[in-house]
């Protein structure tokens, strides 16, 4: 019982987490009920289920990190969710995915990973009617695959595409299955509570079965390695979780059986068959256990746990990817929510500085020469293995990693070598002969002598230049013996960043203890005594001469902190000649090191500053360098970009460079707090510090050029300055409320706003049959009696409504049957329900999906239809007028233009299409706009000139879109909102420029400024509400009080009352009006025109009016400015600051400095309103009347006694 006592070497191994930093984040994961592990990984990738269908996959680099976008590019696997994935175990680009589609789908990972979405597949195969419930490679055999699917098991082929094996004898689901590691057998579990060990090259493949655990719960397999055993997690009877361990000899005998707790998580085995560490991670569940397990009693060891983040998913990395110098022994990759988390398992010791060899025994290789057709007629090979000891690998402990071709390439290659072996070779006499025969020709000789004498020089020549350089002879051997190679330096994400050096180098050796042999090189193609013994410490660096338009700092530039833009795609082209060159030396080998894009490290940014000095080649470095910063997305790094945009466009002006320095202070432009003439910057930049990673990459040219007088500016470095930054929502009294509200209709389309307001009543739709939509008198407020609540029926479902623009008691409703009906509300309001509309009309033949009035002429509504055409009829006389035709799809949304010739539609298609009714029925212009099909809106801006678009992006993130309305191919700015499934119904301000935003069941109402300048789209303060609300509708600006500087006004809806909502400014002089805030509005509430002279062609511009109340003075007045225009914005007062003659603009009216006039007129003021006021002198006491002398006397005589008392008891 020896053995009992024996301490494993795994007993101690314990996780470790890194920082968060390292994790891939904001990740989008989704609860999937599948019998996968939801995540897979290769030496080179990983890949996961991607949002909350499940039907797309990320794959990424296996060590990546940091936050990912919702638009990085996917593999667009499957219709339906996917439920497994697999690498294979020899191509770590090859990859099998089986879905719920019924689908098993083999893809090739290109070796640079996803730089675009793919959604093509090299191959695929059906289980014709049913889902795919596991996929996976063969462990021996290459191009080999099995799949699942309800009873079925089958062997797929891929060089031949076809089914080589397929069984049906289980009863039930078959939930899990695991090859034997000699690849002999498989062994399966299934829902009918059994295990079954399976040959498929017998007749009877079915060779063991027996009962497994009791419940219908999930249940996996895994086979331990090349042992007769497997283990198998899933519940009991009692649903507890359980882990059972058999011999497949005695397979109905259970050799262990443990109980663990009662999650309802099932457990997945993760089991590493080198070291015997399994590890349990239960999905739901925030601990992932470790087990060592052993051949006998008590089988299970339990190991230290992991307490984390909750689980979705799990999987080991092989082990070529293990990072063996730190003591790692293994790595599972979890799969949370929102992130990815590396958890590394490390067996402690004292040092890491050599290798360990008695923690990492030989593993499977990378290459088998078995295929699938072998392996099916009965012949095995072995995985040869390998070391992972890394004076053993070409590359030192850099990951393994094995990246062919595509898999037609690899078939061909496959059909190549299966043509060749058929070839006749030729015998040994003939061998012979022909090697005696090259042996005997002198010309070949010759060849080789004068080979043998080139290399002889060169290596002469070589041992000059290391003396030369170095100044000692000394080191003349340095060119024949490789200095030893440093430990690689690793990133906070684990990735390997040094290259291996081209010119040998001085390095100091590793303290090493005087027993220990001193070593000379770990060049792992040349035997070496003592083994691997990597260098520890920094390279020593000796700096090469440069040039002056060269710079130590221009090279040495801090890159972007690690993980927050993931894994850089540029890297420079030195460094990607030097493994260029790496690669040709090694042509001839396999590939086993990934060439994927990473950050350069010190030392590969040293090389460019060496090969830069040699080459004088300025340009390509400053390309390379800010490659690796072109996606920082912080105030500062733009402003770095803008900068150096701008020294490139002075400097192609004939305007001399100016010498390398460190950039000036980060400064807005043209500040006034920052003016200097051109020679003070220069000699600020030439007494400048070097730089640094918060100061830009390269030097900012002098600016000789004057510049011409600057616009109106609108924006700063820190963003666009608005007037309505600061808006504010308040809600109105609750006595101005309506309440009691019942029965609120939830089966209104997203086609519908669901809610309409005009200055006197507003509509809305209440749940029932008949399609009823109830008529609220505004002012009518308080609570709604109890009872039957007044309402228009109209005998089929709503789909649409609005109100006449032009004609407050004119209500249009459109049903599902294709009838419009016009309703005329009477002046006091609905008394009792009624069906009797005012006038109606078959607009179309099938469903409407909306109906808009025109906003300027009078009698025109706009219908759109399920039959893809939109019509254009004139009410006076019930007419269709205009077929606007193109569509192919639904339509989201309509909008008119504001001056009414043109309009547009979004649909589902992902275009938006411009109409000019009148000229044609086809689109004028098209362009392509939000890629989700969950909804949009559509909406004109800017006196036309501009459309902004709300919709859904493919992760079904809320976007708003900004468009020139002459060019649609590209939105001038996209900006994402949030995640939700409420479609944004927009409300647009003209004369603010004020884009309001809310989707039913929203508390909050966002708002936006629409410019016509960068970015387009500027951020507003938020209303946010204390309840959730159905619906927001807009009144005409007529209804604003401008009095308390409101600008806008709503009504909200919520689930039984309806409110209104004051939007308002916050200013000082609230008496004046604010003539900047207000200026002269469009007459929306009156036509320009009638129908039958719009429908003739004749336009008319709209009307504006003055909102300003009689007896209110101009704010513009007051403080003796000018009312020049309504584009006067608080930014002019940032350009005048520029001017040297500026002085300080204070709220009075003056300047600090007054004159003497100044003074005078305020004097006159001061005295003009004294003269008005009534002076009293008169105090208030003097009206008082007082007491007698003798009450006087009474309350002096009470104080003395008191304080006679007071003493004596002292």
């Known amino acids: ?219 996996r397999i895994v086979w331990l390695g090349d042992s007769n055993r497997i283990l198998t997690t899933g519940f009991d009877s009692q649903r507890l979780r359980q882990i059972i361990i058999r011999d497949v000899r005695n397979l109905t005998e259970t050799e262990k059986t443990l109980e663990l707790d009662c999650s309802t998580g099932i457990l997945i085995p993760l089991y590493d068959a080198d070291t015997g560490m399994l590890f349990l991670a239960g999905k739901g569940d925030t601990t992932i256990g470790y087990m060592e397990v052993t051949d006998k009693e008590p089988y299970l060891i339990e190991g230290i746990r992991h307490s984390g983040e909750q689980t979705k998913g799990a999987c080991l990395i092989p082990k070529r990817a293990l990072n063996v110098m730190q003591g790692e022994v293994n790595r599972i990759m979890q799969l949370t929510s929102n992130s990815v988390i590396p958890i590394t398992y490390q067996v402690p010791r004292k040092t890491y500085r050599e290798y360990h060899a008695d923690l990492y025994p030989d593993t499977s290789g990378y290459s088998t020469e078995l295929t699938a057709e072998q392996w099916y007629q009965g012949k095995n090979i072995p995985v040869p293995k390998i070391s992972l000891d890394p004076a053993k690998r070409k590359n030192g402990d850099e990951p393994i990693v094995v990246h062919k071709g595509n898999l037609q390439l690899l078939i061909q290659e496959c059909k190549t070598e299966k043509t060749s072996e058929k070839t006749p070779k030729a015998n040994d006499a003939q061998l012979q002969q022909a090697n005696k025969n090259e042996s005997n020709n002198p010309v070949k000789e010759k060849v080789k002598d004068i080979e043998k004498e080139k290399v002889f020089n060169a290596n002469i020549l070589l041992k000059n230049n290391t003396e030369n350089i170095n100044g000692q002879s000394k080191r003349q051997e340095a060119a024949e013996i490789l200095p030893p190679k440093p430990l690689p330096r690793t990133s906070r994400t684990g990735s390997i960043c040094e290259l291996e050096e081209p010119i040998p180098k001085p390095v100091a050796r590793p303290r090493t203890n005087s027993c220990a042999p001193i070593v000379t090189s770990v060049n792992p193609n040349m035997p070496i005594s003592g083994g691997y013994k990597p260098r520890l410490g920094p390279k020593p660096f000796t700096a090469p001469k440069f040039t002056e338009s060269e710079s130590f700092d221009k090279i040495f530039s801090v890159p972007a902190a690690p993980g927050s833009n993931g894994i850089h795609e540029e890297t420079s082209s030195e460094i990607e000649n030097v493994e260029n060159e790496q690669q040709a030396a090694l042509s001839e080998e396999p590939k086993d090191v990934s060439d994927k894009p990473k950050t350069p490290s010190t030392a590969e940014r040293r090389k460019l500053f060496e090969s830069g000095s040699k080459d004088n080649d300025d340009d390509s470095l400053d390309n390379e360098l800010a490659g690796n910063f072109e996606r920082t997305k912080s105030i500062a790094e733009r402003r770095k970009i803008y900068e150096r945009s701008q020294s490139n466009q002075e400097t192609s002006g004939n305007v001399p460079e100016k010498s390398e320095g460190s950039p000036i202070m980060m400064r807005r432009k043209d500040s006034f707090k920052n003016r200097k003439n051109t020679e003070s910057l220069k000699e600020d930049n030439r007494k400048s510090a070097p730089i640094t990673k918060q100061q830009s990459l390269e030097p900012i040219a002098a600016k000789k050029v004057e510049n011409p007088p600057a616009p109106k500016r609108t924006s700063t470095v820190f963003g666009r300055v608005s007037k309505f930054r600061h808006l504010k929502g308040t809600p109105a009294h609750k006595s101005m409320h309506i309440e009691n509200i019942r029965n609120l209709s939830r089966q209104i389309p997203g086609e519908c706003d669901g809610f309409h307001a005009n200055p006197e009543r507003v509509a809305v739709p209440l749940s029932g049959p008949g399609g009823k939509i109830a008529i609220f008198e505004l002012k009518k407020t308080g609570r709604l009696p109890d009872g039957v609540i007044p309402a228009l029926v109209h005998g089929n479902n709503i789909m649409d409504f609005q109100w006449d623009p032009f004609e407050n008691r004119r209500l249009a409703v459109a049903c599902d049957d294709g009838v419009v009906k016009l309703w005329m509300i009477p002046e006091n309001g609905l008394v009792e329900p009624t069906n009797e509309a005012e006038s109606e009309f078959n607009a179309h033949l099938d469903k409407i999906y909306f109906i808009k009035f025109h906003p300027t002429a009078k009698d025109v509504l706009a219908t759109g239809s399920f039959d893809m055409t939109i019509k254009i009829w004139d009410l006076s006389t019930l007419t269709e007028k205009y077929v606007l035709r193109d569509h192919v799809d639904q339509m989201f949304s309509f909008a008119w233009s504001p001056c009414g010739s043109f309009c547009s539609t979004v649909s589902k298609d992902g275009k938006i299409r411009v109409y000019k009714p009148r000229n044609s029925e086809t689109p004028v212009r098209e362009g392509k706009g939000p890629v989700g099909n969950r909804g949009a809106r559509i909406i004109w801006a800017l006196d036309g000139n501009f459309i902004v678009v709300m919709g859904f992006d493919k992760v079904s993130e809320r976007q708003i879109m900004v468009f020139n309305a002459n060019d649609l191919n590209n939105p001038l700015n996209t900006i994402g909102l949030d995640v939700s499934p409420a479609i944004l119904i927009p409300s647009y301000d003209e004369d603010s420029s004020t884009l309001f935003l809310t989707g039913k069941g929203d508390s909050t109402i966002y708002a936006f400024e629409i410019t016509e300048e960068t970015p387009y789209i500027c951020h507003l303060s938020h209303h946010r509400s204390n309840n959730l609300h159905q619906g927001l509708s807009f009144l005409p600006k007529n209804v604003c009080d401008v009095s308390v500087v409101e600008f806008a006004k709503a009504l909200r809806l919520t689930n039984n009352s309806i409110e209104p909502l004051s939007f308002t400014v916050p200013r000082i002089k609230t008496d004046l009006f604010q003539d900047d805030l207000f200026p002269p509005t469009r007459i929306t509430w009156k036509p320009t025109v009638t129908s039958a002279e719009w429908f003739s062609g004749k336009d008319k511009a709209v009307q504006r009016i003055s909102l300003k109340p009689e007896g209110m003075d101009l704010l513009s007045e007051s403080q003796g400015q000018p009312n020049s225009t309504s584009e006067k914005t608080i930014n002019k007062l940032a350009n005048q600051t520029q001017n040297s003659g500026y002085q300080p603009y204070n709220r009075l009216g003056w300047n600090a400095d007054m004159s003497g006039q100044t003074k005078t007129k305020q004097d006159e003021i001061s005295k003009s309103v004294s003269s008005r006021l009534e002076v009293n002198l008169k105090l208030e006491q003097d009206d008082m009347e007082g007491v007698d002398e003798n009450e006087w006397d009474d309350k002096r005589k009470f104080v003395g006694r008191r304080m006679q008392y007071t003493t004596k008891s002292k």
């Open 1 to 219: 019982m020896a053995w009992r006592f024996k301490a494993s070497k795994y007993k101690n191994a314990a996780p470790i987490v890194p920082k968060p930093e390292t994790y891939v984040r904001d990740v989008c994961v989704g609860s999937y009920q599948t019998y996968g592990n939801n995540i897979a990984a290769s030496a080179k990738f990983m890949a996961f289920n991607w949002d909350h269908a499940g039907s797309s996959l990320a794959v990424l680099p296996i060590d990546d990190s940091g936050r990912k976008s919702k638009l990085m590019p996917l593999l667009h696997a499957h219709s339906d969710t996917v439920t497994d994935m697999d690498f294979s175990p020899f191509h770590d680009g090859l990859l099998a995915t089986g879905s719920q589609d019924c689908l098993v789908k083999i893809w090739h990972i290109p070796e640079e990973g996803l730089q675009e979405s793919l959604s093509n597949c090299e191959c695929t195969f059906s289980h014709k009617q049913r889902r795919v419930e596991t996929v996976g490679f063969h462990p021996t055999s290459n191009f080999l695959l099995h799949s699942t699917s309800f009873t079925t098991l089958t062997l797929w082929d891929l060089v031949s595409q076809q089914e080589l094996f397929s069984n049906t004898d289980h009863s039930d689901v078959i939930q899990s299955v695991s090859w034997k590691k000699d690849g002999a057998l498989l062994a399966t579990s299934s829902k009918d509570k059994q295990v079954r060990i399976i040959d498929p090259r017998v007749e009877n493949s079915c060779i063991s079965t027996a009962n497994s655990h009791q419940s219908i719960k999930d249940s």
